[in-house]
């Protein structure tokens, strides 16, 4: 069988839905949203899951393209600061929009800016005549209550069993139009294999469906078993090459969150000495838990890297 050349163009944003009817979302959750676009207007919204990839993002971006408003999207873990809400935010949600609908602000990731939530909560206020703001996090617990009382909240974790049954067969159909669409064969029953193994995680699943076809040309049961991570990067580990190994990394674009995962299942094994196993792990769960309170995902990372090599020096 002949290899299909894909598009460097990511899955992630290249199927990312732009009307509230393509997101991936119970029928409860669709028909409410659906409702409030209908209206033309929103209430400011708080949308968080503990679990990534779960279509928060793109349910507020797909909001703003239904109702047709401006729209302002802002990493509020990276763009933290007060600067930020006296200049830009202050700058856009101030002015009416040009077809006189309310603009909306997206904040995405905003547990994690602690600088930001308290001047917020005035701004809020301040604008309520001509902006609204949509709000994601992963811990809802790192939104201060006086913040939180002034979104209304949705519950993204899909986790439970009744959901879980409901979104499952959605991922899957979704997942195999999109294959068909990009003319890649696979055998469906892999794919509900790969969505039920990965689940919740949607953007993850398209992820590796892309990397994975790259390599291939199609999908089959072998997905199962792909590891984002390689040997190359195991080895650059193993033999202590620091420098190599955090470059290697960043060069691949290879999702941090992922490779703590990744490691615990295939870096540790090839760990001969079963003290430095031991002491991997422990590296592996502090530093994952950490990472959650953390806004650059490279400074744990990393952390753990060093802590995994200089047990190896020990061997």
Same mark, same amino acid.
């Given at each position: 069988?002949?290899?299909? /050349? #894909?598009?460097? &163009?990511?899955?992630?944003?290249?199927?990312?839905?732009? *009307?509230?009817?393509?997101?991936?979302?119970?029928?409860?959750?669709? @028909? +409410?949203? !659906?409702?409030?676009?209908?209206?033309?207007?929103?209430?400011?919204?708080? #949308?968080?899951?503990?679990?990534?990839?779960?279509?928060?993002?793109? #349910?507020?971006? +797909? $909001?703003?393209?239904? $109702?047709?408003?401006?729209?302002?999207?802002?990493? %509020? *873990?990276?763009?933290?600061?007060?600067?930020?809400?006296?200049?830009?935010?202050?700058?856009?949600?101030?002015?009416?929009?040009?077809?006189?609908?309310?603009?909306?602000?997206? =904040?995405?990731? !905003?547990?994690?800016?602690?600088?930001?939530?308290?001047? =917020?909560?005035?701004?809020?206020?301040?604008?309520?005549?001509?902006?609204?703001?949509? %709000? &994601?996090?992963?811990?809802?617990?790192?939104?201060?209550?006086? =913040?939180?009382?002034?979104? /209304?909240?949705?519950?993204?974790?899909?986790?439970?069993?009744?959901?879980?049954?409901?979104?499952?067969?959605?991922?899957?159909?979704?997942?195999?139009?999109?294959?068909?669409?990009?003319?890649?064969?696979?055998?469906?029953?892999?794919?509900?294999? =790969?969505?039920?193994?990965?689940?919740?995680?949607?953007?993850?699943?398209?992820?590796i469906i892309q990397q994975y076809s790259n390599m291939s040309g199609t999908i089959d049961k072998n997905i199962l078993n792909f590891s984002e991570s390689d040997e190359k990067l195991y080895e650059l580990v193993l033999t202590k090459k620091f420098t190599a190994a955090r470059q290697y990394i960043l060069?691949?674009?290879?999702?941090?969150?992922? !490779?703590? &995962?990744?490691?615990?299942? @295939?870096?540790?094994?090839?760990?001969?000495?079963?003290?430095?196993?031991?002491? +991997?792990?422990?590296?592996?769960?502090?530093? @994952?838990?950490? %990472?959650?309170f953390c806004t650059d995902k490279e400074i744990p990372f990393v952390t753990m890297l060093l802590e995994i090599m200089s047990e190896l020096e020990n061997e």
């Amino acid at each position: 069988m002949c290899k299909k /050349q #894909l598009s460097y &163009t990511l899955f992630v944003e290249k199927y990312r839905p732009i *009307s509230v009817k393509d997101v991936i979302m119970p029928n409860s959750y669709k @028909n +409410a949203f !659906l409702k409030m676009v209908q209206g033309g207007e929103i209430q400011n919204l708080l #949308l968080y899951s503990s679990y990534p990839g779960s279509g928060k993002t793109s #349910l507020a971006k +797909a $909001i703003c393209n239904d $109702i047709g408003s401006d729209f302002m999207y802002i990493n %509020a *873990s990276e763009d933290s600061g007060i600067d930020v809400l006296r200049n830009e935010i202050r700058r856009f949600a101030s002015g009416k929009s040009i077809n006189g609908k309310k603009k909306i602000v997206i =904040l995405d990731e !905003l547990d994690g800016s602690k600088g930001l939530q308290p001047g =917020l909560r005035g701004a809020i206020e301040e604008f309520h005549n001509t902006c609204r703001f949509i %709000a &994601t996090c992963n811990h809802i617990n790192k939104i201060i209550p006086p =913040l939180r009382s002034r979104f /209304q909240e949705f519950d993204f974790n899909m986790n439970l069993s009744n959901l879980r049954a409901e979104m499952i067969p959605k991922v899957i159909k979704r997942i195999c139009g999109i294959l068909t669409n990009e003319k890649i064969e696979y055998e469906e029953e892999v794919i509900k294999e =790969l969505v039920e193994t990965r689940y919740p995680d949607v953007r993850k699943m398209y992820t590796i469906i892309q990397q994975y076809s790259n390599m291939s040309g199609t999908i089959d049961k072998n997905i199962l078993n792909f590891s984002e991570s390689d040997e190359k990067l195991y080895e650059l580990v193993l033999t202590k090459k620091f420098t190599a190994a955090r470059q290697y990394i960043l060069d691949n674009g290879y999702d941090f969150d992922s !490779l703590y &995962t990744d490691f615990y299942k @295939n870096l540790v094994p090839k760990i001969k000495n079963k003290k430095s196993q031991h002491s +991997a792990i422990r590296a592996i769960g502090e530093w @994952n838990y950490r %990472a959650a309170f953390c806004t650059d995902k490279e400074i744990p990372f990393v952390t753990m890297l060093l802590e995994i090599m200089s047990e190896l020096e020990n061997e």
